[in-house]
């Protein structure tokens, strides 16, 4: 081996000076890595139900042990300033409250467009193709219940009980066939609903 003159040196021990390279060579291992470690904490702190309920600061919802994911559906929020549906105030408390009948006709109304827009959508060109492809196949599938016949209701602890079942009987009039109520989950248990 030959004796060489001492002084700066490139990579792969040839000889050389004078000004550096600007660019730096990147540990491509370390940074595979790192990105690894952050999307499964990602993943593991926002996998959370499909439906993602906004809590309004005026609702106290209550507490239950036995509780079950939300699926996506329409919102009712029974507060003591108002009925509102998907954020829109449908009708007061105190007149909901006092009335005699059974329907909130607001309410009623606004379901059932909901549920025929829904069904408008579930008639379209693409959802009857699908539907007369599984047809043709004869898939057996578990009839399941349309996003837009359920219904998620959101009251406050201190709502009365008659004015809970007065909105239960207009939804369930208006044509929804699946109702579930959100639910705050006690220290140690899973998700909420129902």
Not at 8 to 28: E, F, I
Not at 47 to 68: G, I, Y
Not at 76 to 92: E, H, Q, S
Not at 107 to 135: F, H, I, P, Y
Request: some cysteine.
């Amino acid at each position: 081996m030959p004796i060489h003159v001492p002084g700066k040196r490139k990579k792969r021990g040839k000889k050389g000076g004078g000004k550096r390279s600007a660019v730096a060579p990147l540990n491509m291992t370390a940074m595979v890595d790192m990105f690894t470690v952050l999307c499964v904490f990602l993943l593991q702190n926002y996998a959370t139900t499909n439906q993602v309920l906004p809590m309004p600061e005026k609702v106290d919802l209550p507490s239950a042990q036995a509780v079950k994911e939300l699926s996506p559906s329409n919102v009712v929020l029974i507060a003591t300033d108002g009925i509102m549906l998907n954020n829109v105030k449908i009708a007061d408390f105190a007149a909901v409250k006092q009335q005699t009948e059974w329907e909130i006709k607001p309410l009623m109304e606004m379901l059932k467009k909901t549920v025929e827009s829904g069904e408008q959508k579930k008639r379209s060109v693409g959802n009857q193709l699908r539907a007369a492809v599984n047809d043709a196949k004869q898939v057996q599938k578990v009839t399941e219940i349309e996003e837009f016949r359920k219904i998620t209701v959101q009251a406050d602890k201190m709502v009365d009980f008659l004015t809970v079942k007065k909105v239960m009987f207009s939804v369930t009039e208006a044509g929804m066939q699946e109702i579930n109520f959100a639910v705050i989950k006690k220290p140690g248990e899973a998700a909420a609903v129902n």
